[in-house]
């Protein structure tokens, strides 16, 4: 079955959430500290009442972005989104995923090692 996007597949969007946990103190942190589970179940329920279909919202191990997290993938997009609050997970919803645009003030850069503030 081909899907809206032209391609093969059972959703439009795949959005894949990181939830791993390190061991508490690990240098490079990890998503499930930052609140991943919780800011991932609310993803979840919000996709509902917005009454978005077609995309499937995943639990995912380690992206390798633990100094980043909490992490998201969003595929075929291949956007990858850094998130911390319910607002970020809403404008990734309405920019991203009903809108079809990037929220470019949450974006992961291919090379990025550390979080960038609004000021940087």
């Not at 946990?21 to 509902?48: D, S, T, V």
């Not at 645009?101 to 990025?112: D, F, P, S």
């Amino acid at each position: 079955m081909i899907n809206q996007n032209g391609s093969f597949g059972f959703y439009d969007k795949h959005i894949f959430c990181c939830t791993n946990e390190r061991k508490l103190g690990h240098p490079r942190g990890c998503c499930a500290e930052k609140n991943a589970f919780k800011l991932r179940a609310y993803m979840k329920a919000k996709a509902k009442t917005f009454g978005i279909e077609n995309i499937r919202i995943n639990t995912s191990g380690c992206l390798d972005r633990c100094e980043l997290g909490p992490t998201m993938v969003i595929y075929p997009d291949n956007v990858w989104y850094t998130y911390q609050t319910r607002e970020d997970i809403d404008e990734i919803l309405n920019v991203h995923i009903i809108n079809g645009k990037v929220v470019e003030r949450l974006v992961l850069k291919r090379n990025q090692n550390k979080l960038h503030k609004a000021n940087d």
